[in-house]
C-alpha cells in the first residue's frame, strides 16, 4: 500500500515551469517547491522570475526567455539544466489569447497564439524528453482550458490551440509513457490571473462566470494546488493522457 507522506513527495525532483511569473505558473512553482521539488521559472520578465525566486528561497531559479524562439532551444535547455541538472517534471503553464473575433484575427496574432501555447509546449518537451527517458521517470503537464471543448467570442484562435493541447497530450502520451514519461493536460475555469484580467474586470460577466459552475463561485489561485501536485507526482503513476477540468464543474453543466 502507498504511503501518503511519501506519494506526493517531489524530494530530489527538479520541475521546470513556464510563464512562471505569475498567475497559475507562479502558484505551480509554490506548490511545487513546497512539496519539496527545486524549481526553475522561465518567464520573459525578470523582475517577477526573480520576486518568485525571492519567495520561494534557496531551492528555486529563474531563467528569462523567449520560449517561441526555436532557435534558442539548445541553450534555454542548457540554462534550465543548470542550477538543479535536467528537468523530471515540465509544466507548461505559459499562454496568449489575444482575444480577436473571427472576422478581426490578423496573421500576427493567429501566429503568436500557435507559437506560444501549441508549438512551444512541443518542442520544449521534446528537448527535455531524453534525459527523462534516462531516468525512467517524467512529468509533462500541459494547460488546456475551457475552450479546449467550448467556443467563446474572440477566442477562435485560442479555442483552436486549446483543443490542440488536448490531442497533444494524448499523442505526448502514446509516445513516451513508455518510458515512465507521464502527459497530462489540466483544463482551469476562470482564475483571476492576467490573462483574464479582462474577466474579473467586468464584474456582471464573473458573476455569470461563477453561476456557470456546479460549484458557485470561480476558481482561486490555491484550487490549483492539489490537481498540479497530483499530476506532477507518483500519485499519478498511472494517469497518463488525460485531461484534468479544474473548472467546478462549469464543463458539467
Known amino acids: 500500500m502507498a504511503n501518503p507522506d511519501t506519494l506526493f513527495d517531489l524530494s530530489g525532483k527538479v520541475a521546470c515551469i513556464t510563464g ?6 507562479r502558484q505551480a512553482a509554490m506548490v511545487l517547491a513546497e512539496a519539496g521539488a527545486k524549481v526553475v521559472g522561465v518567464a520573459r520578465r525578470t523582475s517577477e522570475l526573480d520576486a518568485m525566486c525571492e519567495d520561494i528561497g534557496e531551492v528555486a531559479a529563474g531563467v528569462t526567455a523567449d520560449i517561441t524562439d526555436r532557435a534558442a532551444l539548445p541553450s534555454l535547455l542548457e540554462a534550465v539544466s543548470a542550477p538543479f541538472g535536467a ?30 501555447n501549441l508549438s512551444a509546449p512541443f518542442f520544449l518537451s521534446q528537448a527535455m524528453v531524453p534525459a527523462m527517458k534516462e531516468k525512467g521517470w517524467g512529468r509533462i503537464v500541459n494547460f488546456a482550458s475551457l475552450q479546449t471543448t467550448r467556443a467563446f467570442p474572440g477566442g477562435i484562435a485560442y479555442g483552436a490551440t486549446k483543443g490542440g493541447v488536448a490531442q497533444l497530450t494524448r499523442a505526448m502520451a502514446e509516445a513516451w509513457s513508455p518510458h515512465g514519461i507521464t502527459a497530462n493536460a489540466i483544463g482551469p475555469g476562470f482564475f483571476p490571473t ?9 464584474e456582471d460577466r464573473a458573476a455569470r462566470n461563477a453561476a456557470q459552475t456546479c460549484i458557485g463561485r470561480n476558481g482561486m489561485l490555491s484550487d490549483m494546488d492539489g490537481p ?18 479544474v473548472d467546478g464543474g462549469f464543463t458539467a453543466k
Open 87 to 116: 528537468p523530471d517534471i515540465l509544466v507548461h503553464a505559459a499562454g496568449v489569447n489575444t482575444r480577436e473575433a473571427a472576422d478581426d484575427v490578423t496573421l500576427d496574432g493567429w501566429d503568436m497564439t500557435l507559437s506560444l
Open 194 to 202: 492576467e490573462l483574464t484580467a479582462a474577466v474579473f474586470e467586468d
Open 228 to 245: 498540479i501536485l497530483f499530476l506532477c507526482s507518483d500519485a499519478s503513476a498511472y494517469v497518463t493522457g488525460q485531461v484534468l477540468m
Open 20 to 25: 512562471a511569473s505569475s498567475g497559475l505558473g
